[in-house]
């Protein structure tokens, strides 16, 4: 019997569910695993693209094996073994192919759908834990949800914004935001639309893509839209373009950055929300070490300076 269409992507959802870690569990994972946990600031400031690339490398080289084995057993749920027995085993493709057309159509446009999405996902995990291994202070979608991300007017394009989403609604001009694209496709023309809704100076669009055209850049710097890559994507593709930024010189940017806010004094009700927003993601992260750090070294800071009553 042919399972209906529809219990069978419910099937794929439920057993991709079983299969997988979420993206930030995987990434997280991998970056324990090289040991930066361990490694100091200054490690993270000036070898920020070099980690980049070796997590997802290594993020890749455990998923994907995952993902044949899913790819397997799944299909293996539409066979009837009594039936498939008694045929040869040409006889035996051809019948499951042209029974099962649909569905494999379906499982593979699943697993390319699930592999962007997790991408882009994992991209973002990647610069947070960065950024908190340079002690940057930051808000993203990640941590703290897209609702509101939006109802800040943030937008949805924006994915991180240093010091903070409180920072923003105070002063726009002395916060960085930052939006998280492994390849811009035409989704670039987004930004710079983003961008003038959320009325900040600026913006930097975090990529890895290695095809992007002049004229597209052109366009984007002319918007204040900052190009940000790796190192190695820089001097291969872009050596001689100085609108294109490295990921280290993003650190050094918002690392500067975080200095205007340190003789600024938040009133009560802000020093509230911070505090709180940091507080959930102690509790959010408990079981994750280094973030847990990360934000219990933010919340010193803030009772430090302004006592813990203050």
């Known amino acids: 019997m042919i399972i209906d269409i529809e219990e069978f992507k419910a099937l794929i959802k439920r057993k991709r569910n079983e299969y997988f870690i979420s993206p930030y569990d995987l990434i997280y994972e991998v970056f324990v695993n090289f040991g930066?946990?361990?490694?100091?600031?200054?490690?993270?400031?000036?070898?920020?693209?070099?980690?980049?690339?070796?997590?997802?490398?290594?993020?890749?080289?455990?998923?994907?094996?995952?993902?044949?084995?899913?790819?397997?057993?799944?299909?293996?749920?539409?066979?009837?073994?009594?039936?498939?027995?008694?045929?040869?085993?040409?006889?035996?493709?051809?019948?499951?192919?042209?029974?099962f057309t649909e569905h494999i159509y379906i499982l593979t446009l699943s697993n390319t759908q699930s592999r962007?999405?997790?991408?882009?996902?994992?991209?973002?995990?990647?610069?947070?834990?960065?950024?908190?291994?340079?002690?940057?202070?930051?808000?993203?979608?990640?941590?703290?949800?897209?609702?509101?991300?939006?109802?800040?007017?943030?937008?949805?394009?924006v994915d991180i914004v240093s010091p903070g989403v409180i920072e923003y609604m105070i002063n726009k001009r002395n916060t960085i935001l930052i939006s998280a694209k492994t390849t811009l496709r035409e989704r670039w023309q987004e930004v710079p639309e983003e961008m003038m809704r959320t009325g900040a100076r600026?913006?930097?669009?975090?990529?890895?893509?290695?095809?992007?055209?002049?004229?597209?850049?052109?366009?984007?710097?002319?918007?204040?839209?900052?190009?940000?890559?790796?190192?190695?994507?820089?001097?291969?593709?872009?050596?001689?373009?100085?609108?294109?930024?490295?990921?280290?010189e993003l650190l050094g940017v918002c690392d500067a950055n975080k200095k205007c806010w340190d003789n600024y004094f938040y009133n009560a009700e802000e020093k509230e929300l911070i505090s709180d927003n940091i507080k959930k993601q102690i509790l959010k992260h408990e079981n994750k070490e280094f973030i847990k750090k990360y934000y219990q070294k933010r919340l010193s800071e803030i009772d430090k300076k302004y006592g813990k009553n203050g």
């Open 36 to 99: 930066y946990h361990l490694k100091e600031k200054t490690y993270f400031i000036e070898q920020a693209s070099e980690i980049i690339e070796n997590i997802r490398k290594n993020s890749w080289n455990i998923y994907h094996p995952l993902e044949k084995r899913f790819t397997i057993d799944i299909l293996k749920s539409l066979c009837d073994e009594n039936e498939i027995n008694k045929m040869t085993p040409i006889n035996a493709i051809s019948h499951f192919i042209a029974d």
């Open 116 to 157: 962007r999405s997790r991408a882009g996902n994992e991209f973002e995990a990647i610069i947070e834990l960065i950024f908190m291994g340079a002690e940057i202070p930051m808000d993203s979608q990640g941590n703290i949800g897209k609702n509101i991300f939006i109802e800040k007017e943030l937008g949805k394009l």
């Open 202 to 248: 600026e913006m930097f669009l975090v990529t890895l893509d290695e095809q992007i055209s002049e004229s597209v850049l052109d366009n984007l710097y002319q918007s204040n839209i900052n190009v940000v890559t790796t190192r190695n994507i820089k001097n291969e593709r872009y050596k001689n373009n100085h609108r294109v930024l490295t990921f280290e």
